[in-house]
């Protein structure tokens, strides 16, 4: 755990170093949903009454901050949540991750999340498909814990901005 935090430290402060050389911004919005497991998916059942799957619907915030010629780029994503709508919940979470995507879209990234089943560190791969100007990601994130994984399927879309 702790050589994964040590990861993610480097690799924002690489982020911010770089920042200032060459940084383009991507923002939009994320709908998808969240298969939660364990004792987590219980307590929803018994408290709340609701299903194990919630709707998310969210925003992300990305900054490409470096570029290599062989077309791999260094991304620094961060993405708030607001889950559960369609059962009558507020379950907000956040998840900040630095990872790389590569020339064929496919990204893969790693980083702290944030809700109210507590504090996890967050694995996500995925892919961007481009359509003209718009990019259309499609990306897959787990978080583990002892007391149940999250599984999130989450699709968007956004328009680089320099």
Same mark, same amino acid.
């Not at 040590?6 to 982020?15: H, N, R």
């Given at each position: 755990?702790?050589?994964?935090?040590?990861?993610?430290?480097?690799?924002?402060?690489? $982020?911010?170093?770089? $920042?200032?050389?060459?940084?383009?911004?991507?923002?939009?919005?994320?709908?998808?949903?969240?298969?939660?497991?364990?004792?987590? $998916?219980?307590?929803?059942?018994?408290?709340?009454?609701?299903?194990?799957?919630?709707?998310?619907?969210?925003?992300?915030?990305?900054?490409?901050?470096?570029?290599?010629?062989?077309?791999?780029?260094?991304?620094?994503?961060?993405?708030?949540?607001?889950?559960?709508?369609?059962?009558?919940?507020?379950?907000?979470?956040?998840?900040?991750?630095?990872?790389?995507?590569?020339?064929?879209?496919?990204?893969?990234?790693?980083?702290?999340n944030a809700s109210l089943t507590g504090f996890g560190i967050v694995f996500a791969v995925g892919t961007t498909i481009k359509t003209g100007e718009i990019n259309w990601p499609i990306n897959l994130?787990?978080?583990?814990?002892?007391?149940?994984?999250?599984?999130?399927?989450?699709?968007?879309?956004?328009?680089?901005?320099?």
């Open positions: 755990m702790r050589i994964l935090i040590t990861f993610y430290l480097i690799g924002c402060i690489l $982020a911010k170093s770089y $920042a200032q050389v060459d940084m383009e911004s991507l923002f939009g919005p994320r709908i998808g949903a969240t298969l939660i497991t364990g004792e987590f $998916a219980q307590k929803l059942d018994e408290k709340y009454n609701a299903k194990p799957i919630i709707s998310q619907f969210g925003w992300q915030f990305e900054w490409r901050f470096f570029n290599t010629q062989k077309g791999v780029t260094g991304i620094v994503e961060v993405i708030p949540l607001i889950g559960g709508v369609e059962q009558n919940l507020f379950v907000p979470s956040i998840s900040s991750l630095v990872g790389l995507r590569y020339k064929n879209g496919f990204e893969v990234g790693i980083g702290p994130a787990f978080v583990p814990s002892t007391k149940g994984a999250r599984f999130t399927l989450l699709f968007g879309f956004n328009i680089a901005k320099d």
